[in-house]
């Protein structure tokens, strides 16, 4: 089968392991315009290939996995498919979806949209230099449904709601501590020890697989239902004063006026 090529995104298929990169190093591996379609298509053209067993989601470069939605984009100028304007409902649909284990490998900030795909993969490999975390409310946004509610799953309500509320960054070892990540190594051996996760997934029954995953997901599988409710949501969020301030105070490297005087009310 012959492996696709895309704009923003890596792809590479080799002893039965896909490997789908995030090929924006210098923007921090930011998704934009057109990369959402590509990053599904990625994940979906592995996820039902015979000859794949396993699927790993990495970003080029060492500084990060992915930093979420590129900020040069204006989200409420966002016209594309999907309910926010771009699909990314699709890439949580995609890896969820195929019918084998997805593999984050993160090196760097694996931050806003980033952090979400990191919890949406079915195991999380971290080297010691990433960090995790939510800036949705810092800059207008948020990720409802699997962004939320699902990572609340993975590391309990309080925690969930204190990366949302606060807008922390966390190292590897808190993510260890707390759940949202498998394995923390260091980052010379982090292809190393995903390779190693691979080859014991390998080894193991496909179809066993599938059933596990399959079975795994019907248990959360109504958060997909309260994401596209909240995308709806967020849609209306976006053309509020309060969430352009938010966008441009942050662009800007300044405060919000959201209470001030003169400022959003």
């Not at 800059?139 to 925690?159: I, Q």
Request: proline share 4%; net charge neutral.
């Amino acid at each position: 089968m012959d492996q696709p090529t895309y704009r923003d995104v890596l792809y590479e298929e080799k002893d039965g392991v896909a490997t789908v990169t995030l090929n924006r190093p210098d923007s921090l591996n930011a998704i934009r315009v057109g990369m959402y379609e590509e990053i599904a298509d990625a994940i979906l053209q592995a996820g039902w290939n015979r000859q794949i067993g396993v699927i790993v989601l990495t970003g080029a470069g060492t500084r990060a996995f992915c930093v979420g939605g590129d900020t040069s984009d204006k989200k409420s100028e966002r016209n594309g498919r999907g309910i926010i304007g771009v699909p990314l409902d699709q890439i949580h649909a995609a890896i969820r979806d195929v019918p084998k284990p997805v593999i984050a490998k993160v090196r760097g900030y694996a931050i806003g949209g980033g952090n979400v795909l990191a919890t949406v993969c079915d195991l999380t490999i971290a080297g010691e230099s990433a960090q995790f975390g939510q800036v949705g409310p810092r800059v207008g946004s948020v990720d409802p449904g699997f962004g939320t509610a699902y990572l609340s799953r993975v590391v309990g309500e309080k925690k969930a709601r204190e990366i949302w509320f606060l807008c922390r960054r966390y190292k590897a070892q808190e993510a260890l501590a707390m759940g949202l990540v498998n394995k923390v190594v260091p980052d010379a051996e982090l292809d190393a020890e995903v390779e190693r996760w691979c080859q014991e997934i390998l080894a193991l029954s496909p179809t066993a697989l599938a059933i596990a995953k399959s079975t795994f997901n019907a248990d959360t599988e109504s958060i997909k239902g309260i994401a596209q409710t909240g995308m709806n949501a967020v849609v209306l969020y976006y053309q509020s004063d309060e969430a352009k301030e938010a966008g441009a105070a942050f662009r800007e490297k300044r405060k919000p006026r959201y209470r001030d005087p003169g400022g959003v009310q």
